[in-house]
T-cell receptor
Framework: KAGVTQTPRYLIKTRGQQVTLSCSPI?????VSWYQQTPGQGLQFLFE???????NKGNFPGRFSGRQFSNSRSEMNVSTLELGDSALYLC????????????FGQGTRLTVV | KQEVTQIPAALSVPEGENLVLNCSFT??????LQWFRQDPGKGLTSLLL?????REQTSGRLNASLDKSSGRSTLYIAASQPGDSATYLC????????????FGQGTRLTINP
């Protein structure tokens, strides 16, 4: 059974550009969440999706957005990149909403120069 | 607001020792608590999931306990090995509001051969 797949694994972008990250959850899982990990702030919640609906959003500016497709795959987009957006972006997949175990992908390492 | 604290931030022990990692949380209204392992530059690997109604879970050399009333969890690693070296993170899943995982800052564990 395939795990959570995130693409690409590494990205280098220039300030002001935009980027799209992709996450394919475990087959049959309907919930996807995104987290940003930095050395200073640790793991911070970005947003969560269930059945194509954004259920909640973390405390990030509007430059961060996401969506979930009918096959549960999810994308997140960051527009007008800033140096501070450099981080490891992690996607978590869960079978259902609420009380379920979370499984993470390998992450996408974004570097903004 | 849920806050999760992990002590110690770093731990170095010789191979073969048994050790305990600590996690505390401020709000007992949780669905579950998960322990994860993260190797440098990698994603999170789920180690153990404890439901709020459970007291402990075991997997191989790992044993995690949960005392929801006192807001504490411990991860016990028996007969440590160099391959156990990694950062260990605990996370709680809230019942109220966003069903996100709230993470501690992690304990960086080094097992010396």
């Amino acid at each position: 059974k395939a795990g959570v797949t995130q693409t690409p694994r590494y990205l280098i972008k220039t300030r002001g550009q935009q980027v799209t990250l992709s996450c394919s959850p475990i087959s049959g899982h309907r919930s996807v969440s995104w987290y940003q990990q930095t050395p200073g702030q640790g793991l911070q919640f970005l947003f969560e999706y269930f059945s194509e609906t954004q259920r909640n959003k973390g405390n990030f500016p509007g430059r961060f957005s996401g969506r979930q497709f009918s096959n549960s795959r999810s994308e997140m987009n960051v527009s007008t990149l800033e140096l501070g957006d450099s981080a490891l972006y992690l996607c978590a997949s869960s079978l259902d909403w609420g009380n379920t175990e979370a499984f993470f992908g390998q992450g996408t390492r974004l570097t903004v120069v | 607001k849920q806050e999760v604290t992990q002590i110690p931030a770093a731990l170095s022990v010789p191979e073969g020792e048994n050790l305990v990692l600590n996690c505390s949380f401020t709000d007992s209204a949780i669905y579950n608590l998960q322990w994860f392992r993260q190797d440098p530059g990698k994603g999170l690997t789920s180690l153990l999931l404890i439901q709020s109604s459970q007291r402990e879970q075991t997997s191989g050399r790992l044993n995690a306990s949960l005392d929801k009333s006192s807001g504490r969890s411990t991860l016990y690693i028996a007969a440590s090995q160099p391959g156990d070296s990694a950062t260990y993170l605990c996370a709680v899943r809230r019942i109220q509001g966003a069903q996100k995982l709230v993470f501690g800052q992690g304990t960086r564990l080094t097992i010396n051969p």
